[in-house]
């Protein structure tokens, strides 16, 4: 591989694998094709901007034209372009149809029509469902229950099908929860890092005891990384950190790290369709030789200090951006 196309690689987990790649290899060359909606930001990809082995290209994976003048120039192609947040799933469900679905139709359309060498998906544990006990294999049932993790449940069934029909070269990831530097204020995380940083109210939905499994956003790129260059051609695989914890946990750390009252939470009305826990098997990938290098303490103080050494990036975003004061007021005020 010489040339890859990433998608969405203006957003957070993006722009973290644009630089974890160019850091480790020398050889590729890589394209970030990201819309930069709300959420997409070139700052995140600004210390890259020097790098003759980058560029980036304004554009969306829905249009076709541009997304065959850039795939016909590459052999890689690596899609993280998607709409990612639940809570928005739910109040527009029609915007990420579009873009989770169609968008991937397009991109797999160009693939299969410049015989790219390599497709590879990124999805999300959500896919799966709830689960009370034991954790979900890449076998298992899809049962998504937000329109968010529908509309990734129906791309990666697009993308297989490219695979068994008309043999695209691809390969799905299925990764868990996320977190860690230029990941967007309104999700967990960095939403009550910075809320705690400016003594604001912590939204903590229903009794803070929904469990997800958290990892750190460079182990699941070097996870990427592995399946990129090791994966078996049709299959799925899931990248989990192996750190199963409530909400309110997530919670109380940040408080406890930054020396703020647990006064600063405030419960809120859940949100409808709440999945009370993930958990995914990750002995697949492991065989391919990957394995995280991050416990969640580790990552979390990593992840608190990057945004208080990172002000002015989120909160130009949180003060600035009219998207976010829209949705976040929407959100949270009368819950």
């Not at 990809?45 to 829905?62: A, M, N, P």
């Not at 797999?108 to 998906?121: G, P, S, T, Y």
């Not at 919670?251 to 859940?270: A, E, M, N, R």
Request: contains cysteine; glycine residues 8%.
């Amino acid at each position: 591989m010489k040339s890859i196309l990433v998608t969405g690689g203006a957003g957070f987990i993006g722009s973290n694998f644009v630089r974890y790649m160019l850091n480790k290899y020398d050889r590729y060359n890589i394209i970030v094709l990201d819309a930069l909606t709300y959420a997409g930001n070139r700052e995140n990809l600004k210390d890259l901007e020097g790098d003759s082995r980058y560029r980036f290209v304004k554009g969306d994976i829905r249009d076709a034209k541009i997304v065959r003048e850039i795939m016909r120039q590459v052999d890689t192609v690596v899609n993280f372009a998607a709409e990612t947040h639940v809570d928005r799933s739910i109040q527009e469900a029609g915007s990420f149809i579009d873009t989770d679905i169609k968008g991937t139709f397009v991109l797999l359309e160009a693939a299969k029509e410049f015989n790219i060498e390599r497709f590879l998906h990124i999805s999300t544990d959500e896919v799966y469902g709830s689960i009370e006990s034991g954790s979900f294999r890449e076998s298992d049932l899809l049962e998504p229950n937000s329109p968010y993790s529908s509309s990734k449940a129906g791309g990666d069934l697009l993308v297989r099908s490219y695979f068994v029909t008309y043999g695209v070269p691809a390969l799905i990831t299925r990764s868990s929860n996320n977190y860690g530097p230029y990941q967007y204020p309104e999700k967990l995380i960095p939403l009550f890092v910075t809320n705690a940083i400016d003594d604001q109210p912590l939204p903590l939905y229903g009794d803070g005891k929904n469990v997800r499994d958290w990892i750190y956003v460079e182990d699941n790129c070097s996870g990427i990384d592995v399946v990129l260059h090791k994966g078996q051609l049709g299959q799925f695989y899931n990248i989990g950190g192996g750190n199963e914890r409530e909400n309110v946990f997530i919670t109380d750390f940040i408080l406890d790290y930054l020396g703020k009252p647990k006064s600063l939470i405030q419960p809120v009305k859940d949100r409808p369709g709440h999945d009370r826990r993930y958990s995914i098997n990750t002995t697949k990938v492991k065989s391919l030789g990957w394995k995280p290098a991050y416990d969640l303490e580790k990552g979390l103080k990593k992840t608190i200090d990057w945004y208080i050494n990172n002000e002015k990036w989120w909160r130009h975003i949180k003060e600035k951006q009219e998207e976010y004061t829209k949705f976040y007021e929407l959100q949270y005020k009368n819950r």
